[in-house]
């Protein structure tokens, strides 16, 4: 995770994704493609992560 929050070492919290891709999200991908997990960076506007991301 890069973050500019601080985040806690005691907080274990897990998230679990059920790997099912959104239909909002299918309908923009006209040909799907495998990449490594490794290549992927997800960037969260960290005013708008206590909204949508918790």
Same mark, same amino acid.
């Given at each position: 995770?890069?973050t500019? *929050?601080?985040? $806690?070492?005691? $907080? ?10 959104? *239909? $909002? ?12 997990? *490794?290549?992927? @960076? ?5 005013? $708008?992560?206590?909204? *949508?991301? @918790?």
């Open positions: 995770i890069n500019e *929050e601080h985040v $806690d070492a005691s $907080d274990k919290e897990v998230i679990v994704w059920n790997r099912k891709i959104p *239909e $909002d999200i299918l309908k923009e991908i006209a040909a799907p493609k495998e990449v490594p997990a *490794e290549s992927v @960076t997800v960037w969260i506007d960290p005013l $708008d992560a206590t909204q *949508e991301y @918790t």
